[in-house]
């Protein structure tokens, strides 16, 4: 092999071996973001959304004696995430399930329904408060990650 080919197949060589490693970074730093999603919806559940009150600490139905209703046990919805984050958006009309998008009934974003058309079975307002997009995909995922088929 000629001393030109010899450098030509070091320099591939490490540059594959860059590329390796970059990989293997971004994949770590990916599974590291995961974790602190999951993380920061499970403090989402817990405090700001106060899930647990309604679904129990476990996700499975048993909140607190004074929530208002019933709720489902999270590990046996059926529901994927995109249906997930609409529940938690918009809630359930008719049902105890709050809206924790504050501006939800405000146009027909959220089935497509106002609250003037849904009149007295538009979910109600959340106990705690309202969450961001980000927020409602954070507690979701910990949903999905905790309770769901588990």
Do not use: W
Request: aromatic share 6%; with cysteine; net charge neutral.
């Amino acid at each position: 092999m000629s001393p030109i080919a010899s450098r030509c197949s070091i320099v591939v060589a490490a540059a594959m071996l860059l590329a390796l490693l970059g990989s293997a970074r971004a994949q770590e730093a990916t599974k590291q973001e995961a974790t602190n999603d999951v993380s920061f919806g499970e403090r989402l559940y817990r405090d700001k959304a106060d899930c647990q009150f309604c679904h129990g600490v476990n996700g499975d139905g048993h909140g607190d004696p004074r929530s208002p209703g019933k709720a489902p046990d999270l590990h046996k919805t059926r529901l994927d995430r995109t249906q997930l984050i609409e529940v938690v958006t918009c809630g359930r009309p008719g049902s105890e399930m709050p809206h924790f998008d504050k501006y939800a009934y405000d146009d027909k974003g959220c089935y497509g329904l106002s609250a003037a058309e849904l009149g007295k079975n538009v979910p109600p307002e959340p106990h705690s408060t309202s969450l961001t997009k980000r927020e409602v995909a954070a507690v979701v995922d910990y949903v999905a990650a905790t309770f769901v088929g588990k």
